[in-house]
């Protein structure tokens, strides 16, 4: 659950990098985000405002619609502080395992147009090694399993298989584009 916090933080952070917010729209945002498969709901998201108001690294501005009825309130605008602006430059800086684990690899990768190429590297090539060993491990238990299995079991088994072979196939492209990309070298012989 804590990494669940954290993955939410990170996005919180990267969508208000790009500009101030309102909770309706970072909700909307984060859910294109985050997938058809990990929907947020406002239980989830203002607990994590509210940690990261107590943290500094955002506020709240009040700004009022000049058009609205009076009844209607004002909205609460959520941005950036100069701390949580750090935070997030800290953040996407991080090369350890948690940064190609399933939690937040995706939320990362949508805001790697801001992370230096090292960086970039190192997680893409972190995220297919962990793959890596996961595919060979579930293609090792795929053998010994098989014959135990229904149909569909077995069916299940092989499109999660295939899936993370093109998972794979997909980060070594980009791998290879980014090290195409990188700058010349001007320190060898001439």
Do not use: C
């Not at 997938?35 to 501005?61: F, H, Q, T, V």
């Not at 009040?62 to 701390?83: C, D, E, K």
């Not at 893409?124 to 098989?146: A, F, H, I």
Request: hydrophobic share 35%; aromatic share 8%; net charge neutral.
């Amino acid at each position: 659950m804590a990494r669940r916090g954290e993955s939410i933080e990170l996005a919180v952070l990267g969508l208000l990098h790009e500009s101030p917010m309102h909770g309706y729209e970072l909700r909307k945002r984060l859910n294109l985000m985050l997938g058809w498969g990990r929907i947020l709901s406002y239980g989830s998201l203002y607990p994590a405002l509210k940690k990261m108001l107590r943290a500094d690294w955002i506020e709240e501005r009040t700004v009022t619609n000049p058009g609205a009825l009076t009844s209607r309130r004002p909205r609460i605008v959520y941005q950036l502080t100069p701390a949580g602006e750090n935070q997030f430059v800290q953040l996407m800086s991080e090369v350890g395992p948690n940064a190609w684990e399933d939690d937040t690899f995706d939320i990362r990768f949508a805001f790697f147009g801001r992370t230096d190429m090292e960086i970039r590297l190192r997680v893409l090539e972190g995220r297919r090694s962990r793959l890596q060993e996961r595919l060979e491990k579930v293609q090792g238990d795929l053998s010994l399993t098989q014959k135990e299995m229904d149909r569909y079991a077995s069916e299940l088994q092989r499109h999660g298989v295939e899936s993370v072979e093109r998972e794979v196939k997909w980060l070594s492209d980009l791998i290879n584009a980014e090290r195409n990309q990188r700058p010349a070298d001007n320190t060898g012989p001439s």
